[in-house]
């Protein structure tokens, strides 16, 4: 797949009324699922503008792929959510909905449950290769299911992630909704079935051979060193190792929200921490 003027070739166009003309940057693609058992509901929901959403990109569970919003253009799909501060994320990213219903219920009696907690029938859940067991606070203490992604969608993921690196050199994260929408915390999308580390090694794939690997920051703290913690929130506690220095170099290892894991130093001495991305700054 290549993306020219906006548009992937291989994917079929429909065009989403629900779009802001232009882009401020492209920063990060941003990972949802759509939370229904096919890619007409979403795609049907996109085209009116009573739907009040959209994505750049809808994959089937066959792997067909809708492109619904011209790449050069801002899709309304995840407006509230924060990545390394200085907001608007939309008109920063690309937004691919897989086609996926999300987190099920197992009923006392055994049956499966949707979101909603209405029973689905197998037939409905029978294009998902399983599910598997995990729980996400943001949904509850209980057990959820979720469906796996067929390896054709997956496939064709990898393709758009591939062609939006090609296509805009200044994307240097992959995220879900759920890493994005820290605030809220409302959006556990796309769970964890979503293979992310798999996606994100193509960032890895694109960097020239010749480098370590990975995105360098440098801290930007001139008035008072850069805390680093043990997790992505002040509720946290200090590493012991910190803080770090103004103008320490140190690399890129996830982002959530606006905080971002980083290694310091590498071989034996090399520790790894959480720190607020505002104070980091492309090396
Ligand atoms: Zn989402």
Redesign the pocket.
Same mark, same amino acid.
């Given at each position: 797949m290549r993306i020219s003027g906006g548009w992937a070739d291989g994917a079929e166009r429909k065009p989403s009324p629900n779009i802001n003309s232009g882009h401020r940057s492209r920063e990060c693609v941003?990972v #949802?699922?759509t939370a229904g058992y096919t890619a007409s509901s979403a795609v049907n929901t996109f085209a009116t503008t009573a739907g009040k959403a959209s994505a750049h990109f809808v994959v089937e569970v066959d792997g067909k792929v809708t492109q619904m919003v011209n790449c050069n253009d801002t899709a309304w #799909?995840?407006g509230f959510g924060v990545f390394r501060g200085g907001g608007q994320l939309n008109a920063r990213s690309i937004g691919i909905?897989i086609v996926n219903p999300g987190y099920h219920f197992r009923s006392t009696t055994g049956q499966i449950l949707n979101w909603e907690r209405k029973p689905v029938p197998a037939s409905r859940l029978a294009p998902f290769p399983g599910m598997i067991e995990a729980r996400d606070p943001w949904v509850g203490s209980a057990n959820l299911l979720w469906p796996l992604y067929p390896e054709a969608q997956l496939k064709a993921v990898e393709n758009i992630i591939r062609a939006c690196l090609a296509a805009y050199p200044t994307i240097s994260e992959v995220v879900g #909704?759920r890493d994005v929408d820290t605030v809220r915390k409302l959006?556990v999308?796309?769970g964890p079935a979503f293979p992310m580390a798999r996606m994100r090694r193509l960032l890895s794939d694109r960097a020239d051979p010749a480098d370590t690997g990975g995105v360098k920051l440098k801290v930007d703290a001139p008035t008072s060193p850069l805390n680093i913690r043990g997790g992505p929130g002040t509720n946290f506690d200090k590493l012991d190792r910190g803080p770090l220095r103004h103008g320490l170099v140190v690399l890129e290892l996830e982002v959530r929200g606006d905080w971002i894991k980083v290694r310091v130093g590498d071989g034996n001495s090399a520790f790894e921490g959480w720190c607020f991305g505002d104070y980091l700054k492309p090396a």
């Open positions: 941003v #949802h699922y #799909h995840a909905e #909704h959006k999308d796309p």
